[in-house]
């Protein structure tokens, strides 16, 4: 499997660290060809920064186009042993549970204020939309959801109230 590494070698050098896709990870490790380290994106810089202020972690960042942590995440866990998947699952759980109250706060906040909001300026501003940006593709689509959802609650509210004047 030396060409895997851009090499003209028949092997591939003992301890040399490779980016190979997922499919072929699968392989490889399961046939006990390789180790496996777990990715930066869940390691234990992210998970400290994720334990000490969840909401400032950009997720969006960490895995590249689309920012699809979670999924990510859901994908390295098969590869790992049962005891080190509870644990990354246990982190990407408390993790998403800290950071969803926020997200919907911001979607109803923003869905109350109108399309055309900007989020105010000054510091609380910059630092919600810098939490919006930093989400994962995941937390963007509850993001959605939430806002469009606390939209239709407000005309319903309002079209239900003029009904009764």
Same mark, same amino acid.
């Given at each position: ?7 003209? /070698?028949r092997?591939? +050098? ?6 190979i896709p997922?499919?072929?990870a ?5 046939s006990?060809? +390789?180790d496996?380290?777990?990715p930066t ?14 909401c ?6 960490l ?13 390295i866990?098969?590869m ?14 408390? #993790? ?7 997200l ?7 869905a #109350?204020?109108?399309?055309?909001g ?9 630092v919600?939309?810098a939490?919006? *940006?930093?989400?994962?593709?995941? /937390?963007?689509e ?6 469009d ?7 319903w509210? *309002? ?7």
């Amino acid at each position: 499997m030396g060409h895997l590494g851009g090499g003209t /070698e028949r092997d591939i +050098a003992a301890l040399s660290k490779l980016q190979i896709p997922m499919w072929l990870a699968y392989i490889i490790i399961y046939s006990d060809w +390789a180790d496996f380290n777990i990715p930066t994106p869940f390691g234990l810089k992210v998970r400290n920064a994720l334990k000490a202020e969840a909401c400032s972690v950009r997720l969006s960042s960490l895995v590249g186009a689309g920012g699809l942590w979670y999924g990510f995440g859901k994908m390295i866990m098969d590869m790992l042993s049962e005891e080190q998947a509870s644990e990354m699952s246990e982190m990407m759980t408390k #993790a998403f549970k800290a950071r969803v109250v926020e997200l919907v706060d911001q979607a109803q906040h923003f869905a #109350a204020i109108g399309a055309g909001g900007s989020g105010g300026g000054g510091p609380s501003g910059d630092v919600a939309q810098a939490f919006r *940006e930093g989400l994962d593709a995941t /937390e963007r689509e509850i993001f959605s959801l939430a806002q469009d959802s606390a939209k239709r609650m407000k005309k319903w509210y *309002e079209e239900s109230d003029k009904a009764k004047q």
